[in-house]
Every structure is written in structure tokens, then in C-alpha cells.
């Protein structure tokens, strides 16, 4: 009963974060889905995550992730 009561929790925070990803990533000018670009700097622990257009090249945002 707990257990499924906690996989309950579980499913909604992830729907609920992927609509929130679904939504940041439309592109601002055209409204197309953006594509999500991830590079890693092996040499300094860092992730960067750039989301661009496909159709306008719009690179709407770069994060930086230290994984170390
Ligand atoms: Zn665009």
C-alpha cells in the first residue's frame, strides 16, 4: 500500500516536470520544438546543455552543469 502510494508520487513529479520541459523548450521566434545539444568537458567535471532551433539556428540558452 505505501509503496504504491510513493510510485504515485513519483509518476506525477516526472509528468510534471516533462511538461515543464515540453514547455520551455518551444522556440521563441518560431514556435518549433527545440532540439537539446549536450557537451561534456571531461577535463573540468562541466555539462553543457545548449537548446537550439533546427529551423532559425536560435540557441535560446547554454547551463552549465559541474558534475564533480
Ligand atoms: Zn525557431
Redesign the pocket.
Known sequence: MEKDKTDQINKNTTLTQRLFIERENL??????Q?SIRIKSYEENFTIAEEAY??????VTRTKDHKFN
Open positions: 522556440c521563441p521566434l518560431c514556435s518549433e527545440l532551433c533546427e529551423s532559425c539556428e536560435l
